[in-house]
Structure formats: C-alpha cells, structure tokens
C-alpha cells in the first residue's frame, strides 16, 4: 500500500502553502523535519529541505570531526553540538501560470544524520499550534497554577496536538513573565541581562 504522502515528480498543489503543508506531512510521517532552502525569487522557486541542511558557502564552520581542519585553517578540538551536515534531501517546486506549483526536482536521500528511531514529533516545526489552541494555552497560563507539563497534556487531548510542556513556555513567556510577582520579574530581569548567574559546585545538587 502506499504511502498517502508520498512525494513524486509532476505533483501539483493549488498554491505554495498546500505544497508546503504536504511535505510537512511527508516528512512527519518519515520522522525528520523540513525548512525552506535559499532561492533567488521566492515568488517564483519553493525550495524544501532537510532541517539538518547547514546554509550554503558556509565555509567558516568547523568539519564535524575532532582533529581535522577547516577552510579557515582552525582544527575542531572539541565533539560539534550541532546536528547540521550536508544532508541532500530537497524539494523544489515552480509556479505555473496558472498560480499552481509543480514539483519539478526531488531527492530523496538523507545522509550524515539519524532518521530511524528518531521521534517526527522531537522537532518544533513538527508541533504546530492552532489559533484555537494557542488562545487556551495563554488563557490556562495567566489563569491557572498548572505546570507547562500538564498544559500540554491538557491541549493535546482536547485538540489532538503533540505539545511538550517547553513548547508551552516557549510560546506564553511573556503572558508567563507578566503574571509574576514584581520580584520575580525583577529577578529575572537581572538574569536576563547577566547580572545573576548560577554555579554549580562539584558534588552539589544545587
């Protein structure tokens, strides 16, 4: 049986944002995300690729193995955190005339990063939020002393969403930060502008 989404050269979407919400599908169902590639005329070009795909000409960055030397001439002492490699999986689509898009190139093949065992939904382009849903999110926020946790769990069971309780911070903190105490946001006003830092001390807890 095949796959509802899967991708194929000659499709043809009603506009960018259709093929745009197709590929989200297929790569979710594949268990990797996407981001938009560079191209000259946006109004013209919808390129689509891995979101393990590092910027083009990016030359100053460091290979990602220890001890071997880059085009600067640095060599990497130290593991890369990042998980940007050159992976080729692209997608590209042209306007029509007629204000539909084809795609016209496809490749398929992932490489230099883990696909199999990976959870579609680690990624934040893979947990979208609806307008419905982000108005309930703030409003359980400002009105509620439920944690970010059990917020998720609460979205994703009336609107069938995969929220992580850090994307409920990450999309109320500034609801978050207002109905704090005047103190606590004056202390995390100072942390935020560096003038409170933590240190952890060798065998402490803290």
Known sequence: MNNPYDLRIG???????TARAFVNAHAINNNFAVKN???????????????????????????????????????????????LCDCPWRVRFKRRFND??????LAEQHDGHQIDGINPHAYPENRPVTAEARATMVDLVQHSSASFSTIASVLN?????????????????????????????????????????????????L
Do not use: H
Request: aromatic residues 8%; charged residues 30%; glycine residues 8%.
């Open 37 to 83: 590639g560079v191209v000259k005329n946006k109004d013209e070009t919808l390129l689509i690729v891995c979101k393990c795909n590092r910027k083009p000409l990016n030359t100053g960055k460091l290979p990602l193995e220890v001890g071997t030397k880059g085009d600067n001439g640095t060599t990497r002492q130290k593991v890369a955190r990042s998980m």
């Open 157 to 205: 069971a009336t609107y069938g969403l995969s929220l992580l309780g850090r994307d409920v911070y990450n999309r109320t903190y500034d609801n978050f930060r207002e109905n704090k105490s005047p103190s606590a946001r004056f202390i995390e006003t100072l942390r935020d502008e560096g003038y409170i830092y933590s240190v952890k001390l060798k065998g402490s807890s």
């Open 100 to 105: 539909s898009w084809i795609l016209t190139e």
């Open 11 to 17: 499709m043809v979407f009603e506009s960018d944002a």
